[in-house]
């Protein structure tokens, strides 16, 4: 088995943003699709992700305990949830039902740097590996012996058709991304192929092989089905829809105005069309309140980890003073490890989209001033700060 490639590396690891799922009853009336009875069925300090509808009253997930990640099944019924898996020498991803089976597959990236496609027995959790010499990255089952993925290949993403019995992959495309769905009533697949810096939705039939632009979705990388056709993709904390039939531009699904539903990704709707669930971000309210505890406490391991690679850090609103956390850390290490009195307060503090204000009061060896900082969240970590001192 190959080991990973860098490409995938951040996909799980350290780029992980902590994310929730959320799962909502939806239905259409008067021809227009209502949503409803939102919860956060995942409600866990850390990553949770790639939700699936195992069926109508069960959704699998992705999710991180004991700084691993396992697979987590919950009954929509009895609102519980129960971990699958239990891989300590590694975490599972992208849980998906195998086709005529009670059992899963999932993605493996163990820590050696193994990644592996296993399929796991639903009640014991007891796995073996499907396909071996194929880096399987994003997977979707067309049928019991045949899985459509993006696999690593040369360092790229490429679409790879597999039977499991005779094992058996055809590469049949470059450039590919992680969202790959049935087309409700019909023989195809749609994947998404990257074009520039945009995302593009095509079809793709498993056995002839043809494909078919259906629509270009700009940076959005996840989409998915409704029973009646149209396509479904989020941005921001907006979900849009899009009829191939009519080819008319998209137009808005829903809108979030929950604080705690940001940067929606990897969107799903159970088969009969009843149930949409999707992983979002935490709110920035949440990313920057662990930035001032970790400062009061000293802590520059939970103070740096808030913060992007390139985080940003501004003067005066718009004055660049510095960028880059390994400049961060050399100004704040230091006056942590110095500094007798030093102490933040929040006076006043408003989150508007992915921006926290924060009115703050700052002690720094006894002397105390104001200023108002501006926290800029992207992708789950603060990737700049604007401070207007008073």
């Avoid at 409600?43 to 195992?54: A, I, L, R, T, V």
């Avoid at 531009?249 to 929950?258: G, W």
């Avoid at 149930?275 to 920035?284: I, N, R, T, V």
């Amino acid at each position: 088995m190959k080991k990973l490639l860098l490409l995938f590396i951040p996909v799980f690891t350290f780029a992980q943003a902590n994310t929730e799922i959320h799962l909502f009853d939806i239905n259409l009336k008067n021809n227009e699709w209502v949503i409803s009875n939102g919860k956060n069925i995942s409600n866990n300090k850390g990553y949770d992700n790639q939700p699936h509808f195992y069926d109508d009253n069960t959704v699998l997930f992705s999710s991180t305990r004991n700084k691993q990640t396992d697979i987590v099944k919950y009954d929509i019924s009895l609102d519980k949830l129960t971990y699958i898996s239990n891989t300590p020498n590694g975490g599972e991803y992208s849980p998906q039902r195998i086709p005529n089976s009670r059992h899963l597959s999932a993605v493996r990236l163990d820590k050696d740097g193994k990644q592996g496609f296993y399929a796991y027995n639903f009640n014991t959790g007891k796995y073996k590996e499907l396909i071996q010499d194929l880096v399987v990255a994003y997977p979707l089952w067309h049928d019991q012996n045949t899985l459509i993925s993006s696999a690593i290949v040369n360092d790229s993403l490429q679409l790879n058709i597999s039977s499991i019995t005779p094992q058996k992959n055809i590469g049949l495309i470059k450039n590919v991304g992680r969202s790959f769905h049935k087309i409700p009533n019909s023989n195809l697949i749609s994947f998404m192929k990257k074009n520039g810096q945009e995302w593009e939705v095509w079809s793709l039939h498993p056995k002839t092989r043809a494909t078919k632009f259906i629509v270009n979705v700009q940076e959005n990388q996840d989409v998915c089905w409704l029973p009646n056709g149209e396509l479904l993709f989020p941005h921001k904390n907006r979900i849009y829809r899009y009829n191939p039939e009519t080819k008319e531009s998209p137009s808005i699904f829903y809108i979030f105005s929950n604080e705690e539903i940001n940067n929606i990704s990897r969107i799903t709707v159970n088969k009969n069309g009843t149930k949409l669930a999707f992983a979002a971000e935490e709110s920035p309210r949440h990313i920057v309140q662990k930035q001032l505890e970790a400062y009061n406490n000293r802590d520059i391991e939970a103070f740096m980890a808030t913060f992007s690679k390139d985080v940003k850090v501004f003067t005066h609103l718009d004055q660049l003073k510095y960028q880059g956390k390994d400049k961060m850390r050399n100004i704040y290490e230091p006056m942590f490890n110095t500094v007798k009195n030093l102490h933040c307060k929040i006076i006043t503090r408003i989150v508007k989209d992915n921006k926290v204000i924060d009115e703050e009061s700052i002690t720094i060896d006894g002397k105390k001033f104001r200023t108002v900082a501006i926290y800029e969240v992207t992708n789950g970590r603060i990737s700049a700060i604007r401070f207007l001192r008073k």
